[in-house]
Structures are given as structure tokens and as C-alpha cells.
């Protein structure tokens, strides 16, 4: 917030709000806790246990811990980076907010000066009570200024679109329309009166440029097209018009960013949309696939080298890099070839993985790779649509160990069809991943308590009458399993674990070494799993020793 005074004296086209709250787990956070060591009320992060080590001594009443103050530190997002360049590109001002929970009071003093537009970003929300959260950040900004327009785009609008449909042509009439328009906008005119307009196209920058232009030059901009506008008789739509935005165009120029990426991964995309349609999932369809050119990539790399001091860490931010093997083969060689000497990580499917391609990986730079594979169960993975072989799945893991190649599996608990059994094999797959002075490279996990999303194929009328599937998000039941009973299996999971440990959100030092890293994230997990079992206190003085060793 350094630029804040300077900033805003000149006044200000769009201000951007990026998170609205601080990031948590998604879910219910009761879910979550019993996965983790606490100290207090605070997670046993590697940061909190260092404050720890420094202060000897913690007062827990005090609400100014190291834990509240690490989560002020927040790994800079694509969205507002990249509107920043478009929008400068353009003629215009952006200035981001990345968090309106902690920087309230600066926004408060913000909003005194000009501002002609506030646009809120739905995409860093959780998958429900998104919009409950929009609408309270919404009263908050209207406590400190009535006449700037908020305008609203991103993820969430997008699904909210295609819910109206559903709504509209009687498909989902087997919810409540009422239920709905708590998690989703365009529903209630009358819950989202006090937003000025949704962004209905895409990404949405042309249209949010085109406001933030007439609303300067004092023009109306409700006749825009991809509009979407609360009214007290309803929603006023404007006529669609695809936005088209050519991505090997739009690159970002790193340079602008030094004060973001100084410490943290810069956040790069090489495409958007995933072409695979696994039945959990409610994002397919919100964005065309959309691939860029490798020359267009390697432009935006290289001024990330101009502009980033060594490591050059990158996170390839696109939902599945590795939508086939032939891709990620190209991708790989092409950084190979240009020598840029980054390290990078990203999301890929392990049917794309291979033992060549793995070697690939390692030499173009990569050290950490997330992997859905969502259950250890053959039938529970077909039910999910998601074409994952098991066994081959722990063979890629097993791969990538080999080459040093870090690893993030994720899990979802509780899909139709999930019973004793089948979360006995999740467990079983887990344990089997290479883990302690037997890996080469660190692996994780991280449970998801499986949520009935309205736009998901497992959401379709045939599916629920198939799998007797009842209810929304975090609450429902099926033939075999309910939200409560997949919450008990989640820490059945953890409990039965041996060997890798489940993700904290955390950043570990990087002169550990890889023996270092699993024997601490291992005895943390291993504390935490005699907790629940014996439910006393327990002595952290090995966790605290395991640091002090290096201090």
C-alpha cells in the first residue's frame, strides 16, 4: 500500500478489490481443523512455530500473533496483475486492493478521494457463500461511499449466468430458488440492489475498460453491451457481444511487478479452460479452451528474467497445463531450449505423465506438481467421470519422485457411491505414495469433503435420481454417504495415513533439505494424529528443536 498517498491524489479509473476476506480453506472449517496441529487458536505453520522459536514465549490472548500476521502476507493472483497491464495499456489507473478484510481501513480513507469505478473480482471465492461475501464487502463499501459504481465480474458471475438459465428453463426446479439466490447473483434483484452492474463476458476486461471510460468522461454506461443490471423490477440485460481477447496479445510485462514476485512465485497462465468434463466439476464450460502460443509465452518470460532476481519461481496458474502428453512434451522442450533458468509448478493430469515426459519436466525446471486424483477407489473414479487409472496414478507419482519432483494429490470425500470401503482404499493409495528418508522429493495431500454444485453432471436430474442425491454445497445425501458421515471419513483418512502429510499453507525454507522437510511435515502430522487419538495436550519440543537446529 505504499503508493496509496501518491495515487490517490491523481484519483483513481478503476480500484480493484482482489479477496474480499482472507483466504481459508474452502468448506467448513470444522472439516479442516482436526487435520492440523494447533497452538492455541493457530495452525502449527513453519512461520508460527519460528515466531515460536524467537519469542520463547507466546501470549495467546494476544490477537496479534505471528498467525494473524502471516495471513497479511498474501502470494500475488494473475486477475489483477494482468487487468493492471490491460488496463494501463488502455489509457487508464488500476490500483488493486488485495485484501478488503485487512485493508479496510486504507479503502475507508481511499474512497475519500476520486475513484470513478470499484470493481470486485468473484473468482478468489469460496465455492459457496460467494455471494453472501460480495454483497457484505458491498454494505461495507455503500457505509463509506454511495455514488461510486461497484461493479461485479469473474468466476461467480459466470456460474450465476448459467444457474439463471437453468432456473429459467425449469431444469433445477428440484432446488429451491430461494436456496440458490444465496450462493449465486442474477436470481434476487432485490439481494444484489446495491451492485450497479455484473460483467457478463468472459474475463470481462474490454467491458470493465468501456465503464471505466464513460464513467470518467461522464457517460452513461448501462447500454454497454455483456451488462447485467439490478433494478427494483428485476435484472436489465444488454445485448451479448463476445469480447474476444486474443491471449498471445496480452503480455504481461513483468518489469511493472518487481514488488510482487520479490518474494513469491509469479503467477502465469498458458491458456485458459480444461476440455475434460469430470462430473464433480463446475467449471466446465465457463471458458472455451483457450491455448496461447509458446512464442507468446516465452516474450512474457523473458521479462519476467528482467524483472525477478534469482530463483525465478513460476506458478503456470492454468486449470490442467497438461490437457495431453503431445502438449506438455512441447511445452517442456520449448523451455528447455530457451535456457531461461526459471523453476516452476502447475497443475497437471497423470495421464500426461510419463517417465520421459517426467525427465522433461525436470530438466525445463519444474519441482512441484498438483495432481487430481481425487479417490483411491476404481469405482468411485469412474462414477466421477475422471478416467484415472489407480494404479497408474501412484506409478507417475513414483515417477516424478524419482526426478526430485514435488507433488500435491487431491482427494474428494463423500462422492456418490463412497462407503467404508472405498475410503479405506483412499487411504491405502495415500499411504502407498513414497514419503520420509525413502522420498527423493516431498509429497502432499489435501482432502476435499465433496460439495453438490448445481452446474456439475453429478447434479443433472438423471444423477440424482440415480445416486438418490439430495440437498446443496455442504449439505446432502446419497445412497451410500451424507455431508456429516464424509466429514467423519475425512479425519478417518488423515487418522489412517502413513507416510505423506496433509497441506498446511505454509512456505518452507528452501536450504532444508528434502529429508529435512519430510521428517518435520511427517512428526507434525504424527502429533497432531496422537491428539486426536488420546484428545490431550502434546509436547511440541521436537517440532521446536527440529527448528532450532538451524537457527
Keep these: 500500500m505504499c503508493d496509496l498517498i501518491n495515487t490517490t491524489d491523481i484519483g483513481i479509473d ?230 474476444n481477447i486474443d491471449l498471445n496479445n496480452e503480455i504481461v510485462d513483468w518489469r511493472r511487478h518487481k514488488n510482487k514476485i520479490q518474494y513469491a512465485e509469479a503467477p502465469i497462465r498458458t491458456g485458459v479452460g480444461c476440455p475434460f468434463n469430470c462430473s464433480f466439476c463446475d467449471f466446465a464450460g465457463l471458458y472455451k479452451t483457450n491455448i496461447r502460443s509458446m512464442e507468446s509465452l516465452l516474450i512474457e518470460l523473458k521479462t519476467l528474467i528482467k524483472a525477478m532476481p534469482e530463483p525465478r519461481n513460476v506458478y503456470f496458474t492454468d486449470d490442467n497445463l497438461a490437457v495431453t502428453k503431445r502438449r506438455l512434451k512441447e511445452f517442456t522442450k520449448s523451455l528447455i531450449k530457451a535456457k531461461l533458468g526459471i523453476k516452476w509448478r502447475a497443475f497437471c493430469r497423470v495421464d500426461a505423465i510419463d517417465s520421459e515426459v517426467a525427465e522433461l519436466m525436470r530438466v525445463s525446471g519444474c519441482i512441484g506438481c498438483s495432481l487430481g486424483i481425487e479417490s483411491g477407489d476404481a469405482l468411485i473414479l469412474k462414477n466421477m467421470n475422471k478416467k484415472v487409472d489407480i494404479e497408474y496414478a501412484l506409478k507417475v507419482i513414483e515417477i516424478l519422485d524419482n526426478v526430485g519432483i514435488n507433488t500435491l494429490s487431491t482427494y474428494i470425500v463423500g462422492f456418490p457411491g463412497e462407503t467404508t470401503s472405498s475410503i479405506e482404499r483412499t487411504a491405502q493409495f495415500i499411504s502407498s505414495i513414497p514419503s520420509g528418508k525413502y522420498a527423493h522429493a516431498t509429497h502432499l495431500y489435501y482432502l476435499f469433503r465433496f460439495e453438490v454444485t448445481p452446474l456439475s453432471p453429478v447434479s443433472r436430474k438423471a444423477e440424482r435420481i440415480k445416486y438418490n442425491l439430495k440437498g446443496i454445497g455442504e449439505k446432502w445425501s446419497h445412497n451410500t454417504m451424507n455431508s456429516e458421515e464424509a466429514k467423519e471419513a475425512i479425519c478417518k483418512i488423515f487418522l489412517k495415513v502413513n507416510g505423506p502429510s496433509h497441506l498446511y499453507f505454509e512456505s518452507l525454507p528452501k536450504e532444508w533439505t528434502k529429508n529435512k522437510i519430510n521428517n518435520f511435515l511427517e512428526m507434525r502430522d504424527s502429533l497432531q494424529k496422537k491428539y486426536l487419538h488420546d484428545n490431550k495436550p502434546i509436547d511440541i519440543a521436537c517440532l521446536i528443536d527440529n527448528i532450532s537446529k538451524n537457527k
Design 14 to 243: 478503476i480500484l480493484f478489490i482482489t479477496h474480499l476476506e482472507i483466504p481459508r480453506d474452502t468448506g467448513d472449517p470444522e472439516v479442516y481443523k482436526p487435520l492440523r496441529l494447533h497452538i492455541g487458536k493457530n495452525e502449527a505453520t513453519f512461520q508460527f512455530l519460528e515466531y515460536f522459536v524467537k519469542k520463547k514465549e507466546i501470549n495467546f490472548s494476544d490477537k496479534k500473533t505471528c498467525y494473524e500476521e502471516n495471513k497479511i502476507f498474501l502470494p500475488p493472483v494473475l486477475t489483477p496483475i494482468y487487468l493492471s497491464d490491460y488496463v494501463t495499456k488502455r489509457g487508464l489507473n488500476f490500483f488493486e486492493i488485495p485484501c478488503l478484510e485487512i485493508y479496510k481501513e486504507q479503502v475507508k480513507k481511499i474512497l475519500k478521494k476520486r475513484i470513478n469505478i470499484i470493481a470486485i473480482s468473484t473468482t478468489w471465492l469460496p465455492g459457496f457463500y460467494g455471494a453472501r461475501i460480495v454483497r457484505r464487502a458491498v454494505n461495507l463499501l455503500r457505509s463509506y461511499v454511495s455514488h461510486v459504481p461497484i461493479i461485479i465480474g469473474g468466476v461467480l458471475v459466470l456460474k450465476s449466468i448459467k444457474i439463471r438459465a437453468l432456473i429459467l428453463n425449469k431444469e433445477i426446479n428440484y432446488l429451491r430458488t430461494r436456496e440458490l439466490a444465496e450462493h449465486y447473483f442474477l436470481i434476487d434483484s432485490n439481494l444484489d440492489k446495491k451492485i450497479n452492474a455484473f460483467i457478463m463476458s468472459g474475463g470481462g476486461e474490454k467491458t470493465l475498460v468501456e465503464i471505466a471510460k464513460r464513467v470518467k468522461n461522464g457517460i452513461d454506461y448501462r447500454n454497454l453491451p455483456n451488462l447485467a443490471i439490478p433494478t427494483y423490477k428485476g435484472y436489465h440485460f444488454t445485448d451479448i457481444e463476445p469480447e
